[in-house]
T-cell receptor, first 112, second 110 residues
Framework: DGGITQSPKYLFRKEGQNVTLSCEQN?????MYWYRQDPGQGLRLIYY???????QKGDIAEGYSVSREKKESFPLTVTSAQKNPTAFYLC???????????FGQGTRLTVV | GQQVMQIPQYQHVQEGEDFTTYCNSS?????IQWYKQRPGGHPVFLIQ?????EVKKQKRLTFQFGEAKKNSSLHITATQTTDVGTYFC??????????FGQGTTLQVKP
């Protein structure tokens, strides 16, 4: 079954703890993206990667980190430096060029 | 960074009425993509516009790209309850960066 898998669907963490969100794709896509979605603010880009071992900051990268060691995987770590981490996080991937992006089901992170 | 402004933020219509959402940028857009997110779901690609002045149709949906490539619109004719959701435009840069607008949430009253 091909697609993008984000796990878990719901995640709870205590304030001050780092947490890593998983994103895996078996679509052989080159590019991968992480977005944060808050009510009324649309999708804000955190990080994106066009190729293995390379990634760029998006508009709201502070407090987050990523790695792209494998083409299939693009994990996002929400660090304790992120002031307001509770949000819905969406991962996407796409082939290179003018093509559509495919999204995972999302992870809803709640920090208490 | 470059922003893509989308209006309105919310729209409530009676079933059968038309609906339009607008996407605007202060700079020239490389190309525009449109996505729909159903409540509780994830964004799903609808269409991509690349050429200046381009118009594309999908059944009751009409997508337009402005002549100056600084704005785009999505128009739905005779809305149905299945049209409920949030519609996003997104600017795909040549570098691969994909920037989304704030979205327009459509509610349809039966």
């Amino acid at each position: 079954d091909g697609g993008i898998t984000q796990s878990p669907k719901y995640l709870f963490r205590k304030e001050g703890q780092n947490v890593t969100l998983s994103c895996e794709q078996n679509l052989n896509h080159d590019a991968m993206y992480w977005y944060r979605q808050d009510p009324g603010q649309g999708l804000r880009l955190i990080y994106y990667s066009q190729i293995v071992n390379d990634f760029q900051k998006g508009d709201i990268a502070e407090g987050y980190s990523v790695s792209r060691e494998k083409k299939e995987s693009f994990p996002l770590t929400v660090t304790s430096a992120q002031k307001n981490p509770t949000a819905f996080y969406l991962c996407a991937s796409k082939p290179a060029g003018d093509t559509e992006a495919f999204f995972g089901q999302g992870t809803r992170l709640t920090v208490v | 960074g470059q922003q893509v402004m989308q209006i309105p933020q919310y729209q409530h219509v009676q079933e059968g009425e038309d609906f339009t959402t607008y996407c605007n940028s202060s700079t020239t857009l490389s190309n525009i993509q449109w996505y729909k997110q159903r409540p509780g779901g994830h964004p799903v690609f609808l269409i991509q516009l690349v050429k200046s002045g381009e118009v594309k149709k999908q059944k009751r949906l009409t997508f337009q790209f402005g002549e100056a490539k600084k704005n785009s619109s999505l128009h739905i004719t005779a809305t149905q309850t299945t049209d409920v959701g949030t519609y996003f435009c997104a600017d795909l840069w040549l570098t691969g960066k994909l920037i989304f607008g704030q979205g327009t949430t459509l509610q349809v009253k039966p």
